[in-house]
């Protein structure tokens, strides 16, 4: 069993940055590709950005990318988000895929992003 925490959550205004971090109580997060999801209030989650388990190899979806940078190390899995937008506002959730197949089957708690306009 994972269990991950993220941090990093806050209010900011439009234009601005926040970075989250997501850490796996207890372990390392080596040996798992990594991903960050969020969900808007009355919406589905949604995929935002995976890396691989090396690191080498990122992908974004198309609202995020140019704005929004994913990274890690053996601890943590990073999201850096710049240019952030009100429709950026969401619970985002880190969680770790163990076969490198995109399938996630470990999941945060998730953290709070708000972003005023």
């Known amino acids: 069993q994972v269990q991950l925490v993220e941090s990093g959550g806050g209010l900011v205004q439009a234009g601005g940055s926040l970075r989250l971090s997501c850490a796996a109580s207890?372990?390392?997060?080596?040996?798992?590709?990594m991903g960050w999801f969020r969900q808007a209030p009355g919406k589905e989650r949604e995929f935002v950005a995976r890396?691989?388990?090396?690191?080498?190899s990122t992908y974004y979806a198309d609202s995020v990318k140019g704005r929004f940078t994913i990274s890690r190390d053996n601890a943590r899995v990073y999201l850096q988000m710049n240019s952030l937008k009100p429709e950026d506002t969401a619970v985002y959730y880190c969680?770790?895929?163990?076969?490198?197949?995109?399938?996630?089957?470990?999941w945060g708690q998730g953290t709070q992003v708000t972003v005023s306009s």
């Open positions: 890396i691989s388990l090396s690191g080498s």
């Open positions: 969680a770790a895929d163990p076969t490198n197949a995109r399938t996630y089957d470990y």
């Open positions: 207890g372990r390392t997060l080596r040996g798992y590709a």
